[in-house]
């Protein structure tokens, strides 16, 4: 069975940082290509960030270019979201995701694999 269970999750002050961990079972993510989507209150789902399966090419959305970092370890089957200069508008449920292929995509339809997410809220 396939599990990715974010954690690091929590609440931070604008301007602060948060890691956050994603760690996948029951399949390798040599072939996967992960993100990280988030889901504010009230707000549609927004693609965040993605990395290719060997992590060598990324790709983020404007909202988060140059504050947040993702990468990935595939030995230990983990994948990170370094967030920084954090703002109260980067509040929301954060979901990583993984979906088999060596791409970088936002689209979140391409992702078969899903986790529970991890609750992320700045403070102004």
């Known amino acids: 069975q396939v599990q990715l269970v974010e954690s690091g999750g929590g609440l931070v002050n604008a301007g602060g940082s948060l890691r956050l961990s994603c760690a996948a079972s029951g399949l390798s993510l040599d072939n996967y290509a992960m993100a990280w989507f988030r889901q504010a209150p009230g707000k549609a789902q927004e693609g965040v960030t993605s990395?290719?399966?060997?992590?060598?090419?990324?790709e983020y959305s404007d909202s988060v270019k140059g504050r947040f970092t993702i990468s990935r370890d595939n030995a230990q089957n983990t994948v990170y979201l370094q967030m920084n200069s954090l703002k109260p508008e980067d509040t929301g449920v954060y979901y990583c995701?993984?979906?088999?292929?060596?791409?970088?995509?936002?689209?979140?339809?391409?992702?078969?694999?899903w986790g529970q997410g991890t609750r992320v809220t700045v403070a102004s």
């Open positions: 995701a993984a979906g088999r292929g060596w791409i970088t995509t936002l689209t979140a339809s391409f992702y078969d694999h």
């Open positions: 990395i290719r399966a060997d992590g060598d090419f990324t």
